[in-house]
């Protein structure tokens, strides 16, 4: 296999350890005065679109930074609990940039380019750096220096956290440089407003047309470059840990303009989320994956068991993953995690009413600190409701918000009876594939932080998106983008009355028209209902060559459904959140036909992506590495038509080997 | 039909920013209690695009109670009759059977209605702009562990920085004040050491910034912190009313 | 602008007027309060018409006093204007349903601070007014050097320069004070039903006002820390709150029952 001649990487030579340093020494530098004349577009507001604006500003650049939300505040990287992971090395434990490196790679199933992983781990520490001094309030320890946990199984301490907020603090953070550049003139921000194409001239990207959700008024932006940060699209499955408003219309847009879409089929799906509850559900939350440090895992021993948990006597319950994974047990991956306890409900030995869950029990952790403090006090002869009282204070004080969240969820008290828990959709690792410098197939349109797909291979580690976006957006994207902009500095402003911006306004708004005047009769939700369920049931967790070919019958007749009998309500010239729906889900329904695609070709089962034709005797993944260890890059063709290109992976730092967490 | 509620709703409806508002009741059947406030919304709006009206806008996003989007003012109390939770996380079981819940939105001059529910709260935005940040240019920052923060001071500038910025303290507030808010923000960088050289400039800018929006005083009547869905404290204003005056009468300005 | 008309005309700055303005009254409250508790003296108001001489001429009192007055009216403008502004703030349209999460009396200085400005002017037009400028007779007082037994009559002798005359008679061994009769004003004025009803007002007001007031005025200056609050939550209420009106209203309770006996 080779890779495709579409494909340049622009991977600069010489050691791993080397690329980047010697590549940002020489990457080509726009000077001061240049600089003020050369305006950047950025898409989304998250950790890395903040981090990009704020920072090309600071440099000089005229940047319009654009989101949907009424605040750049609100992006969802705001939602992250658990940490942001920094090869610091700061516990004296043995960690290193190499480290954090390897163990991103073998994570992520050896489906991600050696390279920008590493660029990754090496700018870590100077990520926490950066967010210290813009004033994130990190955990410390009582020498008032930072406090590190270890997160998702790895062997060192690494994470650095903010409570169970780390996103939401990491994000005001970068949010706060970002109206910092605000209020001195350098950004211009656009809220509420949503990116709806790309507008190529030249075959370059040269700006965009974004419809002012409050008016509804159609805008021409022009730009030098565009950068698009607009996160994961999680929310084809209808029902993810994404918020309401995450959505590919961005990513897909630049995509049918000619950006390549990489590896589209890896998906993330959580292991510890509040079970879905009814057919009225409209998100799920997940649950900090730290829980799985002190809970324990079972389902009943019995199919259909009925009985309330406390009345299943401790040798009828079944703890699969000890059971399975021995050397890990409750602490495998996620992927490894979610898959057991679908087996497990698929199997008939779910819990709840809707049967479509697994009990995450504290017991066991409530009687092991309650003696512990029955031994720390000094009380003799304490009874057992004593011991599990004690315990229970423990567990309130290491886990008490999280408690507190499943308990207002769901109306159960978890210090009661066991919590119920089941996967979610959580990231998706792919996105729009882009060379080193995260340039995407189209030059002067960029990707960053999960809308693009480089970093986290086929599974994504605990505690690395976070890094990954304020990675893109501080330290990669203001160098990289030299290179680019440096054969643009004589390029003048072009004006939006180009007829290429013309002809895109206009067919943005022949879509408009068109989604208003079909008056059907079924809503924008009620399609992305249809699409959600398709894409949970046959592309989901585990996939199959059959189901796949179903699913792509399914979501093309959907498509043929949506675009006939589709009800939108209001106008196009108001606020209309109905419009904003039924223009995200018509992208959702094109985008869930190129994933089953791409999960169709990758006949293997490598991450998140399991095919059940792939896999061992004992139900394991069972990777290919002779025929699949590429990044598939998807070029859209027209109306449910694609071709592949294949960048080859190579490993020349890491040695490939099985992933075991027996 | 999934659970046996049936509620009657009054929704404040306001098409657009230029024109008057009214309140309209709605009748609602077959809620259930394990839905959460705004799913009970999703209900009530694909009822009216049955019956071809148009549904309710209000705001929302994560739905996890962190971004700070949703906004309702239900039955007199911002985020409704539960203490520290936001509207996303409200749900059916705190409601009976038979029940009329007012739904109103935040009201204040400082965040004009958009659409029914829907507000601007742009405000909030150019207060953070004023002053809301530590000037720190990427690359500039040196080792994160060479400036120790005490525990203790770390710790009540998280409790600060968990402020979602959903302007429940303004809806709150008899005189529609961004005290809460603001002073979140000010604590927060106040009490890091990395805060300390603009705090002066900070506090004034930042105050000057939300009394030009058109925010109200502070009366000390603390329905902001009882309402907040983070449980900011009034400690917060204290500090800020300090570091306000320290600034007003300690600099050269 | 400069850097004082910048701070007071924020909203902080006007706050900061508030508070210390407010905490000035309050503590001019216990000298005030302090001093009508001569009231209660049975020397037939020698000690209270002594000290109402006392406060209305030494020097030091009388500029603070003037201090006072501006502040009175300081402290009333400007919480009328912050309550003007706080009203605006709200926006055009008011909520349906309002279910305050906070204390009655905090979200109702404005009216009971009206109130308590409505209640100065009638207190000060009835005694402030009448003893500066009104026709107070004048009472002579004799009190015993050796057993300090008092005796009082109506002053009918010749015209006082100022409020007080004040010598000893060496033949009846006593001390003569003719003073301006604050206390008999007092005593006529308290046994109108009506003005004592409105006394009773005014000083309900004032213990929600103060039971609020007090307090915030230390939130204001920035003075909220949990050592010390405590201390200052119980000084507002018991001694502000509860003690200073209760002590105030007291008074025209007092001479009203008086009066019925009379």
């Known amino acids: ?662 | ?253 | 602008m400069s850097w004082v008309t910048q701070t007071f005309s924020s909203t902080l700055g006007r706050k900061l007027i508030m508070s210390l303005t407010g905490l000035f009254l309050s503590v001019f409250l216990i000298v005030h309060v302090s001093g009508n508790f001569q009231l209660f003296h049975s020397d037939e108001g020698l000690g209270f018409n002594k000290y109402a001489v006392f406060m209305t001429t030494f020097p030091p009192i009388k500029v603070v006093s003037y201090g006072l007055y501006a502040f009175i009216l300081l402290h009333a403008i400007d919480g009328l204007l912050l309550a003007a502004k706080n009203r605006k703030a709200r926006g055009p349209q008011r909520y349906v349903v309002v279910r305050n999460q906070s204390s009655w009396a905090s979200r109702n200085m404005a009216i009971l601070g009206t109130v308590l400005l409505l209640y100065i002017v009638v207190h000060m037009h009835d005694f402030w007014w009448q003893y500066k400028f009104g026709e107070v007779p004048y009472r002579q007082y004799e009190q015993s050097l050796a057993t300090g037994t008092v005796t009082s009559s109506a002053y009918n002798g010749p015209a006082i320069q100022g409020k007080m005359e004040e010598f000893v008679r060496e033949d009846t061994q006593t001390r003569v004070t003719i003073v301006k009769d604050l206390y008999a004003e007092t005593k006529a004025a308290f046994a109108n039903p009506l003005l004592v009803a409105f006394y009773l007002l005014g000083m309900w007001a004032l213990a929600y006002h103060l039971v609020h007031g007090f307090q915030s005025a230390f939130q204001t200056l920035g003075w909220n820390h949990p050592k010390y609050n405590p201390l200052i939550r119980f000084v507002g209420v018991w001694v502000f709150g509860i003690g200073i009106p209760l002590a105030f209203a007291a008074m025209p309770v007092y001479f009203y029952i008086k009066s019925l006996g009379a």
Request: net charge negative.
């Open chain 2, 1 to 253: 039909m999934e659970g046996n509620m049936n509620l009657t709703l009054q929704v404040w409806r306001q098409k657009n920013s230029r024109t008057e508002g009214r309140m309209e009741s709605y009748k609602l059947s077959g809620i259930s209690e394990d839905m959460s406030f705004l799913e009970m919304f999703d209900v009530l709006n694909e009822q009216l695009i049955v019956e071809g009206k148009e549904p309710v806008a209000f705001d929302h996003d994560c739905r996890e109670g962190i971004c700070g989007a949703c906004s309702m003012y239900i039955n007199g109390r911002p985020h409704g009759p539960l203490q520290g939770v936001t509207t996303c996380q409200l749900h059916m079981r705190s409601f009976k059977d038979g029940d009329t819940i007012v739904v109103e939105p935040w009201r204040a001059q400082a965040f004009p209605v958009i659409k029914d529910l829907v507000t601007d709260r742009g405000s909030f935005d150019r207060i953070i702009s004023a002053g809301g940040f530590i000037s720190v240019n990427t690359g500039n920052a040196q080792d994160a562990n060479s400036i120790p923060v005490p525990k203790e001071n770390a710790d009540a500038s998280f409790m600060a920085a968990a402020c979602i910025g959903c302007g429940a303290c303004v809806a709150a507030c008899k005189n529609a004040s961004a005290m809460l808010f603001t002073s979140a923000k000010i604590s927060q960088l106040a009490l890091l050491p990395q805060g300390q050289a603009e705090s002066a400039a900070r506090a004034k800018k930042m105050i000057a910034q939300m009394d030009e929006e058109g925010f109200g005083a502070c009366t000390n009547t603390g329905a902001c912190a009882a309402e907040c869905p983070k449980g900011i404290s009034m400690e917060n204003i204290a500090r800020m009313n300090r570091e306000y005056f320290a600034a007003e009468m300690g600099t050269k300005e």
């Open chain 1, 1 to 662: 296999m080779a890779t495709s001649p579409k494909l340049d990487a622009k991977i600069p030579d010489g050691p791993l350890e080397s690329k980047w340093t010697k590549y940002r020494s020489t990457v080509p530098l726009v000077n001061p005065a240049n600089k003020r004349n050369i305006e950047v577009i950025i898409i989304g507001t998250g950790l890395a679109g903040a981090s990009a604006a704020s920072t090309l500003a600071e440099l000089g650049y005229k940047v319009k930074a654009f989101c949907f939300q009424d605040s750049a505040r609100r992006a969802h990287s705001i939602a992250a609990q658990g940490g942001i992971n920094a090869a610091k090395n700061y516990q004296n434990d043995g960690d290193s940039v190499y480290r954090l490196f390897y163990d991103t790679i073998k994570g992520g199933d050896y489906r991600a380019r050696e390279a920008n992983v590493y660029r990754l781990a090496e700018v870590s520490g100077n990520i926490i750096d950066q967010c210290v001094a813009a004033g994130v309030p990190f955990a410390r320890e009582y020498g008032g220096l930072l406090s590190n946990r270890s997160f998702g199984g790895t062997q060192v301490q690494r994470t650095f956290y903010a409570a169970g907020q780390t996103g939401q603090q990491l994000l005001l953070g970068a949010y706060s440089g970002l109206q910092r550049q605000v209020g001195a003139g350098t950004v211009e921000m656009y809220t509420r407003h949503e990116m709806l194409d790309i507008v190529m001239i030249d075959d370059k990207c040269r700006g965009i047309i974004a419809r002012n959700l409050v008016t509804g008024e159609l805008e021409r932006h022009f730009g030098h470059a565009v950068l698009l940060c607009t996160g994961g699209y999680g929310n084809v499955f209808y029902l993810s840990t994404n918020a309401m408003g995450s959505n590919v219309t961005a990513a897909w847009k630049a995509h049918r303009k000619g950006a390549f879409f990489g590896n589209p089929c890896f998906t993330q799906i959580h292991p510890t989320c509040i079970p879905v509850s009814g057919d009225h559900q409209s998100k799920l939350t997940l649950m900090s994956e730290s829980l799985r440090n002190d809970g324990r895992i079972w389902v009943p021993k019995k199919q259909n068991d009925n009985r309330p948990a406390d009345q299943i006597p401790e040798d009828e319950r079944d703890y699969y993953l000890e059971r399975r994974y021995p050397a890990f047990g409750n602490l495998v991956p996620r992927d490894i995690a979610s898959r057991a306890a679908k087996e497990r409900c698929d199997a008939g030995y779910g819990v709840g009413t809707s049967k479509m869950a697994v009990y995450l029990d504290y017991y066991a952790a409530y009687e092991r600190y309650g003696k512990g403090e029955v031994n720390k006090r000094g009380i003799h002869n304490a009874s057992h409701d004593q011991i599990l009282e004690l315990g229970k204070a423990v567990v309130k004080e290491k886990y008490g918000n999280l408690f507190d969240m499943y308990k207002q969820i769901t109306g159960e008290d978890p210090y009661v009876v066991p919590m119920r828990i089941y996967p979610a959709v959580h990231y998706t690792m792919g996105g729009l594939w882009v060379d080193y410098n995260l340039m995407t197939t189209v030059p002067g349109l960029y990707a960053l932080g999960e809308a693009n797909f480089s970093d986290h291979g086929a599974n994504r580690l605990g505690a690395s998106a976070l890094m990954q976006g304020l990675a893109d957006g501080y330290f990669v994207i203001p160098y990289t983008i030299g290179a680019y902009l440096a054969n643009e500095i004589r390029t003048k402003a072009i004006s939006t009355d180009h007829p290429a911006f013309v002809q895109a306004e206009k067919e943005v708004k022949d879509r408009i028209t068109k989604l208003l005047t079909i008056k059907g009769t079924k809503s924008p939700e009620a399609y992305h209902k249809e699409l959600g369920k398709i894409m949970w049931d046959k592309c989901g967790m585990a996939r199959n060559e059959q189901g796949l070919k179903e699913a792509i019958q399914e979501i093309r007749a959907l498509k043929k459904e949506f675009w006939s009998n589709v009800k939108v309500m209001g106008d196009a010239d108001e606020f209309n959140p109905e419009l904003d729906k039924a223009n995200r889900v018509a992208d959702f329904i094109e985008l869930g036909e190129l994933m089953c695609l791409d999960a169709l070709d990758r006949n293997e089962s490598c991450g998140g992506h399991f095919r059940e034709e792939y896999q061992t005797e004992e139900g394991e993944a069972k990777r290919d590495d002779e025929g699949y260890m590429y990044v598939s890059a998807w070029e859209y063709q027209g109306e449910s038509a694609w071709e592949l290109h294949r960048e080859e992976l190579n490993y020349e730092n890491i040695k490939i080997a099985q992933r075991s967490y027996k």
